[in-house]
């Protein structure tokens, strides 16, 4: 049970469940039934859904980079990394 739980919350998870969010909210925009007033707050929610799926892109993408990494000789050099995000701990 506990290895669910975490993988409910790693990156991943998260870049998905943000990422159904926003498609979520992209479609009830689309369909134009909402007030004014409640298509403000779906789009407030996107913009936040859509900065998290941006950060967890960026983090994918260092963690690739790191991976990637490669040393004079153009060999891949590869190198641990803290798979927990900065300011979270176990």
Do not use: N
Request: glycine share 6%.
């Amino acid at each position: 049970m506990a290895s669910r739980k975490k993988a409910e919350t790693s990156p991943v998870a998260d870049f998905e469940k943000s990422l159904k969010g926003l498609e979520t909210i992209v479609e009830k925009l689309e369909r134009g039934e909402h007030s004014l007033q409640d298509s403000l707050q779906f789009f407030e929610q996107g913009v936040a859904l859509s900065r998290r799926c941006q950060e967890a892109l960026t983090a994918a993408e260092q963690r690739v980079r790191i991976l990637v990494e490669e040393d004079v000789e153009g060999q891949a050099v590869l190198e641990a990394f803290d798979s927990q995000p900065e300011g979270e701990s176990q």
